[in-house]
């Protein structure tokens, strides 16, 4: 059974700070994997998807990286700012299922 | 273009009540899901449809039902609340493209209160 983890759990940075969060999975045999982020109150928002054939893929100051093999996903946002503030999740695709990580709340202090 | 749509917002039940979550998505997509969200556990799959006319159970269908009634639209039912059901839920869809499974769009959500 897939299991999805993601460490830290919370994480509170200075604005401008570069941050890493790291997502991890049990099983390899993955479709794609997806980092989301969620706003309290509201639904997910899709940030980047990375294919299993892919190894990392960017969009403006997030950049996700894909270790299939070793069943570990990172998403590093660059200079960070307090509108990053957020829950992040990842999500790995297995057939037609989609599992979710726990996510890591994000809290940049201005 | 609305993308994914969810009805009601928000709704209070009494355990043993009945009640259907609506969702519909315009984006002409074969993949739908309702997931539950709960504080610390992330979002686990309830039910899923592949495409239309089928239906699968996800990691936690019981006590709930579904019904995908066109393309456009995937309803979720609870046929007798329980207080273990409080949480909140969301519907999503997504493309498929041979064997790629395009992004997730996600609904703004239900937020189900049961007494």
């Known amino acids: 059974k897939q299991e999805v983890t993601q460490i830290p759990a919370a994480l509170s940075v200075p604005e401008g700070e570069n941050l890493v969060l790291n997502c991890s999975f049990t099983?390899?045999?993955?479709?794609?994997l997806q980092w989301f982020r969620q706003d309290p109150g509201k639904g997910l928002t899709s940030l980047l998807l990375?294919?299993?054939?892919?190894r990392e893929q960017t969009s403006g100051r997030l950049n996700a990286s894909l270790d299939k093999s070793s069943g570990r996903s990172t998403l590093y946002i660059a200079a960070s700012q307090p509108g990053d503030s957020a829950t992040y999740l990842c999500a790995v695709r297995q057939e037609d299922k989609v599992i979710f990580g726990p996510g890591t709340s994000l809290s940049v202090i201005p | 273009n609305a993308g994914v749509t969810q009805t009601p917002k928000f709704q209070v039940l009494k355990t043993g009540q009945s009640m259907t979550l609506q969702c519909a998505q315009d984006m002409n997509h074969n993949s739908m899901y309702w997931y539950r969200q709960d504080p610390g556990m992330g979002l686990r799959l309830i039910y899923y449809s592949a495409s239309e006319g089928t239906t699968d159970k996800g990691e936690v269908p019981n006590g709930y039902n579904v019904s995908r009634l066109n393309k456009r639209e995937f309803s979720l039912r609870l046929e007798s609340a329980a207080p273990s059901q409080t949480s909140v839920y969301f519907c999503?869809?997504?493309?498929?493209?041979?064997?790629?499974?395009?992004?997730?769009?996600f609904g703004p959500g239900t937020r189900l209160l049961v007494l």
């Open positions: 099983d390899s045999a993955i479709y794609n």
């Open positions: 990375i294919q299993s054939s892919q």
């Open positions: 999503a869809s997504s493309a498929r493209t041979g064997r790629l499974q395009e992004t997730q769009y």
